[in-house]
Every structure is written in C-alpha cells, then in structure tokens.
C-alpha cells in the first residue's frame, strides 16, 4: 500500500490511473478495496481525511440545514483513513426476511434483492473480517436462553444476535492493511477533497466518467480510471453526485432521479423501564455475551410480519455509571481512533477497581460486567416513513475547497410519531412478561409526542437502489445514465430497515467487487 498526503507532494499535479477509482476510506472504501486488490485489480482511494480522524471542520467539511439539526451530519461522520468506523461500536448484524414485505405488484423489491445478497454475501464478508462464519447462531441464542426462546417465540417475538467486531478490527482501515499483502496494487491519497468530474465518451460503454480531480490547498491529483466509486458515506455520496450534476453540461443521470431526496433514518427513543427490583434480573439475561471470543448483544424483532407496520427492533440499553466502565470506554476509543486518550489521573483512580469487575466478568463469566444498580431501559429503533421533502441539495455558499455545501433538511413527522406509538404498543403488548421468569417492563412515561426521538447515525434513502424511475443506482449499484459509476453507502438503502446497515452495505459491496473485477477482464 502506497500512502501519499497530498499536500506534500513535489509537483502542482500529479496524475494517476487505476482499474477502479474510490472516493472514501471509510468502511465502504476499505472493505472494497480489499477485495478489489485480492483479485488483482489496481485501486485508487482519494480520502479526504488524513492518518487521525477528524470531523467535517478538521478537514474543511461544513453543512448547513434547513431546519431543525440533522445530527447524523454533525456527530456521526468522521473522515480519515478508517473514517466513521474509527468512533463506531463495530456492531455487525444482518437484515433478515423480517425486512421484506409482500410486494403485490410483481416490481422489484429493493429489500427482498438486500435480504439475498446478505444470505449469499455473509460468510465472505465476516472472512474478511477477520471472523469465522458461523452457520449456527440460532444454536448460539438457544444456548444463552434456553427455554426462554420460546416464551418469546409463544409470545410473538423473536431474539436476534448480533457481533461486536474484535477491537483491533473496529477501525476498517485494517482492511487497507491487508490488501497491501494481495497481488493487486493499492494507492491511498490524503487530504484529497474531490473537486472536479469530467464527463466523456467511455469506451464500450457511452458516457461516463473520465477523470477525477482532488485538491490539497494548492496541490492536486487527476485520476483516470475504468470505474469509479463514490464510497464517502451516505451524505457525501448524495453531495458529490450532486455536485456532478451541477458540473456537467447537461444531466448525466437517468431524468427523475431523485438524487438526495428521501433522507432518512432510524429513530430511537426509550418506550419502556425496568423496574429497580428487576434491574439485576435484566442484566443477568440480557447484558452482552463473549461466546466464541466475540461479544453479543441481542435484540427483539416482531415474528408476524405486518404488511403495513414499519420496520424496527427493541433492544436493553443499560446506563452504566461505572468509572471503570467509563475509563475502559476512553483508553480503548483513543486507541481505536489512534489517538491518545484524554484520560484524568483521577479517572484512572477511580475506574481501577471497575477495570477490575469488567475483566472478571470477562474472563470468568463471559458476559459484559453490568453494575446490579445500573437502571434498565428498554429501546426503539425504527425506520421513517420515505418522505420526499427530507433531503439534501446544494448550498449557494462554499467551503474552504470551493465546494458547494450541503443543505440538509431532515424533519421527524406525524405518521412517524404515530409509528413510534403503535410498534411500542404493539411490542409491549408481545413481552412474555413476568410470568415467564423475565424483567418486568413498564411502559415510559414519556410520550413520543412529546419528546423528540433522536436518529441513530444511519442515514440511508438519499441515492436510492432500485428499478423506479426516482431511484438512482441500480441493482449492481451503477448509477443511472453513467455506467462506470457507482454508489457503495448506505444512502443506497430505501429504509432503514430492521438492523444498523453497516453490515448488509458491505454484503453490497462484495457483490460489486466481484462485478468490477469481472468487467474490468472486458
């Protein structure tokens, strides 16, 4: 692997060419350019971070919004080589059939075309991960609950398990890592905001893109490449394409493409508590589990698929206040964002003797040590409605690059506060309850009317996959009326969805790879 900042090199420009060009170091870039150079493929990733990560304002990335603060633009996005992944709980679990919903018509079913490829997709994916796939995770639920599974099953729901990534793996530049030991060749440029796109005769394939040009202060790079992939998260991939849009002559995507429309999110709010007397009890069940040297944690899903209810899943959220648990939190995320932690000797004091208590717990019992006092909630997560009006476009104002900023405008609706109520009815109406050995739930005082839910960081919607005539990616994920480009983020999923989307993003992405190298042999 070859690593240049840009703002160090010794010419004004310089000019690069590759099989595939990607836009992003993050999670999508890494994972991708891994797999591209195992095949022998040569890869370009223009990042615009550096080594550390930063937010937006590090590296001169600003938004604006229109309306209420979009959070996922301001807390949840990080750029550097690993990007958000240097900050994120590397949470992998996968969207099941639970996602899918009768499609009456016969069209395509974006979430039907996700559930298979993650299916066909996961084992590979948690290979290169560095993870043995495991074909046996009902076995591994069924193990930790025992008969318990079906008091939920009875009751009409169901438990799903996911992974935590291995520290030394949450931060995917990694991946970059391994793929400088494949026969491919890999280049990573830093500090490289992308700036310009031109637009051409491509051979065997009409228009598409030439060139991409990214700046440095007064530096660039100019890179020609058979296919490109915007892999810069959700809004920068909605930005750039935009952006594209703004500069060639005329529109080079399919006509009604609704690129950065339909912006949108999981919202997550608490629905109910656990009393004190069963917060011990809570813990006991439900706190995470180390089974095969990996760490689980669980959620609950409807079993009866409603073909009108919104995709979601509950899970326990537990509020420690354990100084070591807090202490552990800030040495192990200041190593995972290769950052020296800011960490008091009085915290160091303090949190010893939690230190202690985790790894006990850890060693001995297989479980995340939880504190018998720690209060118990338990959490929503649902999907909003597609809403056309959530979006993102470009600002008359530039950054310090001289690019467009973002506008964001991201509104939580009627129909979805009414959502929140009904599933939170609904699920605590399914909860087997006391009578089957299990924490009492009481339903949270606070009404989501009242209270505003706060999004998760996922956004998704604003590139859409599908066959549509809005939607902007296909299938294979090109992008419409520009066949040597594609979109490898989350902005390509409609909805949310039933699970955080990192996972089945990066199942999308080792389909593409396999569909780049097959037609760059071409």
């Known amino acids: 692997m070859n690593v240049i900042d840009t703002r160090s090199l010794d010419t004004d420009t310089v000019e690069a060419s590759c099989d595939v060009c990607i836009v992003g170091a993050g999670a999508a870039g890494s994972y991708l350019s891994l797999r591209l150079t195992q095949m022998g493929l040569t890869v370009v990733i223009l990042e615009a971070g550096g080594r550390v990560f930063g937010d937006g304002a590090s590296v001169g990335i600003e938004s604006?919004?229109?309306?209420?603060?979009y959070?996922?633009?301001?807390?949840?996005?990080?750029?550097?080589?690993?990007?958000?992944?240097?900050?994120w709980g590397g949470y992998l679990v996968p969207h099941t059939e639970r996602d899918i919903r009768q499609n009456q018509r016969g069209e395509f079913d974006p979430w039907r075309h996700i559930v298979e490829t993650v299916k066909q997709r996961s084992s590979k994916v948690m290979s290169n991960l560095g993870l043995k796939p495991e074909a046996h995770a009902d076995a591994i639920i069924r193990s930790i609950f025992g008969n318990k599974v079906e008091s939920f099953q009875d009751s009409g729901l169901e438990i799903v398990m996911g992974?935590?990534?291995?520290?030394r793996r949450k931060n995917m530049a990694s991946l970059l890592k391994e793929a400088s030991k494949t026969t491919g060749q890999l280049s990573v440029f830093l500090h490289a905001v992308t700036t310009d796109w031109q637009i051409g005769d491509v051979p065997e394939r009409g228009t598409g893109l030439r060139t991409v040009t990214a700046r440095a202060g007064d530096k660039s790079v100019r890179v020609s490449a058979r296919f490109f992939v915007v892999a810069a998260g959700a809004i920068e991939s909605a930005r750039i394409l935009l952006e594209i849009q703004q500069q060639a002559n005329s529109d080079p995507f399919r006509q009604g493409a609704a690129v950065g429309r339909y912006l949108g999110d999981h919202l997550s709010c608490t629905i109910a508590d656990v009393p004190s007397s069963d917060w011990r009890l809570a813990s006991k069940i439900f706190a995470p589990r180390f089974v095969h040297g990996w760490m689980r944690s669980f959620r609950f899903l409807e079993r009866t698929t409603r073909a009108d209810a919104s995709r979601a899943f509950a899970h326990f959220i537990f509020e420690h206040e354990n100084a070591g648990f807090e202490l552990a939190k800030k040495l192990m995320g200041g190593l995972q964002a290769r950052a020296l932690p800011k960490v008091l000797p009085s915290e160091i004091i303090h949190g010893t003797a939690g230190l202690t208590a985790l790894g006990w717990n850890r060693m001995v019992c297989s479980r995340l040590y939880v504190d018998p006092k720690t209060p118990v909630h338990l959490q929503l997560d649902i999907e909003q409605f597609p809403n056309y009006d959530n979006s993102i476009r470009l600002s008359d104002r530039c950054d310090a690059s001289g690019r467009r900023l973002p506008v964001i405008k991201w509104e939580v609706k009627s129909a979805d506060y009414e959502a929140i109520h009904e599933t939170a009815s609904h699920m605590l109406g399914l909860w087997p309850g006391k009578q089957r050995d299990l924490?009492?739930?009481?339903?949270?005082q606070g009404d989501p009317r009242g209270q505003k839910p706060y999004d998760a960081y996922h956004p998704v919607g604003v590139c859409r996959m599908g066959t549509a005539a809005e939607d902007v990616v296909d299938p294979e994920l090109r992008v419409y009326g520009m066949p040597n480009l594609a979109v490898l983020s989350t902005a390509v999923f409609p909805t949310a969805g039933t699970a955080n989307p990192t996972f089945s993003m990066l199942c999308l992405g080792d389909a593409l790879a396999d569909r780049l190298a097959k037609e760059s042999k071409h």
């Open 64 to 69: 604006e919004f229109d309306g209420a603060v």
């Open 439 to 444: 924490p009492e739930l009481q339903a949270h």
């Open 163 to 167: 992974t935590f990534l291995p520290f």
């Open 71 to 87: 959070r996922g633009a301001t807390e949840g996005r990080y750029f550097g080589m690993g990007g958000s992944t240097t900050r």
